[in-house]
């Protein structure tokens, strides 16, 4: 990879302020990802998510729901490490996409109605985080640093 590919991917001029929103957000994806992938946290696990998503129009699926749960579990925990932020909030992005307009959208905004603010939100910060990418406190930058050298 040539090192103007890397400082587009890696590169951040962000200080400190991604790192207070990459901590919660990769909390909260890596943990929902868990539920999706490995039933954890009263998640319903790759069997059962697949046929919710099935339900949906979503298929195959047990794909669907492997997909879904992958981008999130390993998507939450590379915003938590600030490895390859910008490729993972993309990734996280179109998932929360694929949520509200999938589950979500017809319920309203609320979450009390299953409506789509929690998604909305999760959305918001994948995509500020994609513009941004990881900070300064981050493996990517660090990287980024070490290619510009």
């Known amino acids: 990879m040539s090192d103007r590919a890397i400082q587009r991917v890696l590169g951040t001029d962000a200080g400190l302020g991604p790192l207070a929103l990459?901590?919660?957000v990769g909390i909260i994806f890596a943990a929902h990802g868990a539920q999706k992938l490995f039933g954890a946290f009263g998640g319903y696990g790759l069997e059962g998510t697949g046929q919710f998503m099935a339900s949906l129009g979503l298929t195959p699926g047990f794909l669907?729901?492997?997909?879904?749960g992958s981008a999130?579990?390993?998507g939450g925990l590379a915003l938590l490490v600030g490895v390859l932020v910008r490729p993972a909030a993309a990734a996280l992005a179109f998932a929360m996409l694929v949520a509200i307009f999938s589950?979500?959208?017809g319920n309203g905004l609320f979450m009390a109605?299953?409506?789509y603010e929690f998604g909305l939100a999760l959305?918001?910060?994948s995509v500020s985080l994609l513009i941004s990418g990881a900070g300064r406190l981050s493996v990517d930058a660090a990287l980024a640093s070490r290619a510009a050298r």
């Not at 669907?64 to 879904?68: H, K, S, V």
């Open 123 to 125: 959305l918001a910060a």
């Open 113 to 115: 109605k299953n409506g």
């Open 103 to 105: 589950v979500h959208i």
């Open 72 to 74: 999130e579990f390993f």
């Open 64 to 68: 669907m729901a492997l997909l879904a």
């Open 22 to 24: 990459r901590i919660p």
